[in-house]
């Protein structure tokens, strides 16, 4: 349940976009506005997307057996 809520937090985007300001938009709205109306600095983007990713990564990482654990659980017959 908390790598479920954290991703969908973490990755928010319509709710930050509409819903809030500036100061609280979550990683994904900031990849949005990293985007060149012009020219698109791919370099950065890409380094912006893997600095954005590491917390979720982490997370599945360290509770990845948790994860699993629960998706076994259920999927069990008996």
């Known amino acids: 349940m908390i790598i479920w809520q954290f991703t969908s ?3 928010d985007f319509l709710f930050a976009v ?3 300001g500036p ?17 698109t600095p791919y370099s950065q983007q ?23 654990r629960g998706l076994m659980a259920g999927a069990l017959k008996g």
């Open 9 to 11: 937090l973490w990755n």
């Open 18 to 20: 509409f819903l809030t």
């Open 23 to 39: 100061q609280s938009w979550p990683a994904t709205v900031m990849l949005n506005n990293i985007a060149g109306a012009q020219a």
């Open 46 to 68: 890409m380094a912006a997307a893997i600095l954005a990713s590491i917390p979720t990564m982490l997370i599945y990482v360290l509770l990845g057996r948790f994860f699993m």
